[in-house]
């Protein structure tokens, strides 16, 4: 468990490039569900689990790098799903790696059933665990996953 001192739990939910275009972007691959409304989602997840929600989504590497390293203190676990940086930011690896909290790395498509590119992952070795292949799903197993992970180990 993290340093910080407050509860309820409060998760930072990030998303990397290319995901504000959900709804739009190849809906075969990722559905008709706009970012928005996978926000809307996990606020209320977050609300059932008593646990707070803030969502961020940019395109830069740099930018999501800052937002992790500027989690430390305020969150106690991070939810993210970092697009095409999952396949090939040490940079953000490095960064997760950095700040003592949990993460769990969720996607919306089952990145090993796609090309072989998409089959290596720089985050999940150092994160809890992955939830790959269920769409909008990926995002509300991953919160109850990272909420369940936290819950126990302040046991
Ligand atoms: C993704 C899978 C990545 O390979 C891809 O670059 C994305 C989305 C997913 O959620 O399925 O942008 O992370």
Redesign the pocket.
Same mark, same amino acid.
């Given at each position: 468990m993290s340093d910080v001192p407050w509860s309820p739990l409060s998760i930072l939910v990030l998303h %990397?490039?290319? &995901?504000n275009l959900l709804g739009l972007r190849e809906p075969g /691959? $990722?559905g008709s569900v706009t970012l928005d409304e996978i926000n809307y989602l996990l606020e209320q997840e977050g609300q059932k689990l008593h646990c707070t929600v803030d969502v961020f989504q940019s395109n830069q590497e740099g930018v999501l790098v800052d937002a992790i390293q500027e989690s430390r203190g305020k969150y106690h676990g991070i939810l993210i #799903?970092?697009?095409? $940086?999952?396949?090939t930011s040490i940079a953000i690896r490095d960064a997760l790696a950095a700040v003592p909290l949990p993460v769990v790395e969720?996607? &919306?498509? #089952? /990145?090993y059933q !796609?090309e072989p590119f !998409?089959h290596h992952s720089y985050i999940a070795a150092i994160a809890v665990g992955q939830i790959? %292949?269920f769409g909008v799903e990926?995002y509300r197993l991953g919160l109850h996953a990272l909420v369940h992970t936290l819950r126990k180990s302040a046991q």
């Open positions: %990397g490039p290319n &995901l /691959i $990722y #799903n970092a697009g095409a $940086y999952t396949h969720v996607h &919306l498509s #089952n /990145i !796609r !998409r790959s %292949g990926s």
